[in-house]
């Protein structure tokens, strides 16, 4: 990056005598690294919690057609409406 550009993007950004090195965006690598592995085992996480509250409430009980199908893979995505009690057998 230019001297020019590393001054003007941060001016643009509202960020006044700010500089952009490189040593930022190494710790800003590092940052959305470790971000990127927080959200993966949240989701991995949601994912299981999901398939343990969908098979006891009966979703994977006859999954035989695209219905029941569909409703498991709702129960598993969107586990917290069930515990609510919220039906999302579809059908």
Not at 1 to 28: F, K, Q
Not at 45 to 65: D, E, Q
Request: charged residues 10%; proline residues 4%; positive net charge.
């Amino acid at each position: 990056m230019t001297p020019l550009a590393a001054e003007w993007a941060p001016r643009w950004l509202g960020i006044r005598n700010a500089r952009v090195s490189s040593h930022d965006s190494i710790s800003c690598v590092g940052e959305w690294s470790m971000r990127s592995r927080f959200s993966s085992l949240i989701s991995i996480v949601w994912i299981v919690v999901g398939l343990i509250v969908a098979s006891r409430h009966g979703y994977f009980a006859h999954l035989t057609a695209l219905m029941p199908i569909l409703s498991a893979i709702l129960a598993v995505l969107l586990w917290p409406l069930i515990l609510v009690g919220v039906n999302l057998h579809i059908g």
